[in-house]
């Protein structure tokens, strides 16, 4: 149960976190109208290809590319999004049927609960990791982008399965992807 707290047991706080973000969700959806949610599922579904309108250039990913962090925040976000949409439709379809009590229909989706907390938790570090580099002595900025590179990196390559079924990335992408962490252990090889 959500409710309760163990002291450490991170499963129970992830259920909380993912909690806090369906509420949020829910509050948007009734402050904002029909309209407003449906815009907002539109932004995030279409974002990638608005971004991008060059289907050729779309596909291919440069190290340039990879190495901007726009590229990770937008890929973060488009998953937390995603998972916690899939998320609300699952809770409401099961409720709905009058089958499951809420508490049931939650326990059903608990492997959809803990990793929409974990996605929404990557995202998180990722913002902060940006806002820490900003806040970095000079100097130090750009291991810091290398680093912050390498983890976001190895989080879409983590996640990669996800991101393909859901043709966020093309499978090109995916090799791309690879390459450049290889790469960026090769730059922090020699500082490690």
Known sequence: DVEQTYE????????????????????????????????????HEFWPYLHDKNPVKRRMLSDEKTSDPQFYQRAFEYRQFK????LAA?????????QMTPLEARNNCLDLVIDTALAYMHKL???????????????????????CSLYSLNYLEENMGW?????????????AIHEQILRLYDVIRPVA
């Open 8 to 43: 450490g047991d991170n499963v129970v706080l992830l259920q909380q976190v993912t909690r806090s973000l369906l509420s949020d969700l829910k509050r948007d959806m009734r402050s904002g109208g029909k309209l407003s949610a449906v815009l907002k599922v539109a932004e």
């Open 83 to 86: 998972m916690l949409m899939k």
């Open 90 to 98: 699952k809770l409401e379809k099961l409720s709905a049927s009058r």
């Open 125 to 147: 570090v990722l913002e902060k990791f940006l806002e820490g580099i900003e806040k970095a002595h000079a100097g130090d900025r750009d291991m810091l982008r290398v680093l």
């Open 163 to 175: 991101y393909l079924s859901n043709k966020y990335f093309a499978p090109s992408k995916a090799d």
